[in-house]
């Protein structure tokens, strides 16, 4: 089974990290985005998206939404009823790149495991936490 990665987002967000994302893996045709524009309603995404899954019910389609609770990401909940559409909330360039290079089809809890991998990326960097990490200011992270 094929897989492919939808960002969508309000306004121009998931083009932004469409682009980003491919600024450190390159190229990927199994990733694109859809955003709602100002004065649009959420379906302008929710029903392209729908047309790919039933067009390809042979591909997987992982959603990933800027925003749990947000119109798109909440207009984008029919398609879990879809056998090939999953929905995840909280975009992020590294929960994108885990799920962009994880094997086909991903499960429930495939996704889970990229989600909870992802948090430990989300840190608060202040000086307590560079000292828990033996790191100093002056250090070079890269």
């Known amino acids: 089974m094929d897989k492919k990665i939808i960002l969508v987002s309000h306004g121009k967000l998931s083009a932004g990290m469409l682009h980003s994302v491919q600024m450190i893996v ?3 045709e199994a990733l694109s985005c ?3 524009m100002p004065g649009e309603h959420y379906s302008i995404v ?3 998206v729908a047309k790919m899954a039933k067009e390809n019910p042979d591909t997987q389609f992982i959603v990933v939404a800027d925003l749990l609770g947000g119109s798109v990401c909440n207009g984008c909940m029919t398609l879990i009823q879809e056998e090939n559409v999953k929905l995840v909330s909280g975009l992020n360039m590294g929960l994108v790149i885990e799920l962009l290079f994880a094997p086909a089809p ?3 809890e495939d996704i ?3 989600i909870e991998a992802c ?3 989300i840190v608060h960097i202040s000086t307590k936490y560079l000292e828990k990490q033996n790191i100093s200011n002056e250090d070079d992270f890269f």
């Open 26 to 28: 390159g190229e990927n």
């Open 34 to 36: 859809l955003g709602m």
């Open 46 to 48: 929710s029903d392209q």
């Open 106 to 108: 991903m499960s429930d």
């Open 112 to 114: 889970q495991a990229k």
């Open 119 to 121: 948090k430990e990326g």
